[in-house]
């Protein structure tokens, strides 16, 4: 196998990840939830050429951009972004945008 298809093998068995929002709970009292794919390349070049002066805006982008709901659909859309960006706990915001980021194994992708 050649280096770049064990690199495109790699992002397959990872696909999308389960990720529990800290500290927010829906009213049955189960943790909310995004659902994150790896982030390529050419997504953080769109991400830094339309946020190059703006690393917050990069942060609620990303979010726009891979944060999924259990069914594949987006969560957010750009009509929240100026919500994200002035009513949001920065905390919490920046943390799901670290998670987008995040190095994931296999072994942790798969629950292990």
């Known amino acids: 196998m050649k280096l770049i298809d064990a690199l495109v093998a ?8 389960r990720v529990e929002v ?57 009509e929240d972004k100026d919500t994200l960006m002035r009513r949001c706990p920065a905390s919490l915001v920046q943390w799901m945008a670290g998670e987008i980021s995040r190095t994931v194994t296999v072994e942790q992708a798969e629950g292990n």
């Open 10 to 17: 790699r992002a397959e068995d990872i696909g999308s990840r």
């Open 22 to 78: 800290p500290e927010l709970k829906q009213p049955d009292g189960k943790p909310y939830a995004i659902y994150i794919s790896c982030m390529t390349l050419l997504e953080q070049r769109e991400l830094a050429r339309r946020y190059k002066d703006d690393p917050h805006s990069y942060l609620v982008g990303a979010l726009i951009m891979k944060a999924r709901d259990e069914k594949g659909d987006p969560v957010f859309s750009l």
